[in-house]
């Protein structure tokens, strides 16, 4: 061996370094075996996720933006002393709006129609709006054709705040003709 050199044993093993996404850094002394759960969820499960989580709060957004009152989630109790929920219930003086998300694979049956007909009945609010995602079922329109509610289908939802927006555009002289 030359002078500078130094010798190496069999035991010698490398340093294995590690970087976390955070940027730490640990090496496989620091390294623990934890169990860790994966789950799978359906398509559905997760487009109504999206409207529930992303859908309801920027409704509840617009309606504030327009000077409502707003309640999301809300849990509202009717004239029958029955509490019903509702993704978004704004009041802007005697003006209020139920509304309603209902999302499913392919079209929105006439369940969901009724059962905001029974919540309306009971809370009888100003305008009662269902955003179907992507569209309401053939017998969902029939069905609500004798309901009064005001249905906004959107193909994923991305367009039901807009829509939302010009149906109380809309409802605004209506309402102020109704104080008179």
Do not use: W
């Not at 623990?32 to 759960?37: D, F, I, R, T, Y």
């Not at 529930?52 to 809300?74: C, E, R």
């Not at 003006?95 to 905001?116: G, R, T, Y």
């Not at 939802?157 to 409802?171: D, F, R, S």
């Amino acid at each position: 061996m030359c002078c500078g050199a130094r010798s190496i044993s069999k035991t010698s093993s490398p340093r294995f370094v590690f970087t976390c996404r955070e940027g730490h850094e640990f090496t496989t002394s620091d390294l623990s075996l934890a169990p860790v759960c994966t789950y799978g969820v359906e398509e559905s499960v997760v487009a109504q996720l999206k409207n529930t989580l992303v859908l309801a709060p920027a409704l509840a957004v617009l309606f504030a933006s327009m000077g409502y009152a707003v309640i999301s989630p809300a849990r509202i109790q009717g004239l029958s002393g029955a509490t019903h929920v509702l993704d978004v219930y704004a009041r802007n003086g005697e003006m209020d709006v139920a509304l309603q998300i209902a999302v499913d694979s392919k079209q929105v049956e006439p369940s969901a129609v009724m059962s905001l007909f029974a919540k309306s009945y009971d809370l009888k609010p100003k305008l009662s709006i269902l955003i179907a995602i992507p569209s309401a079922s053939g017998a969902a329109k029939q069905i609500n054709s004798g309901y009064g509610i005001t249905l906004v289908e959107d193909s994923d939802g991305a367009g039901a705040v807009q829509k939302v927006k010009e149906l109380l555009l809309l409802a605004l002289p209506f309402s102020a003709e109704r104080k008179e």
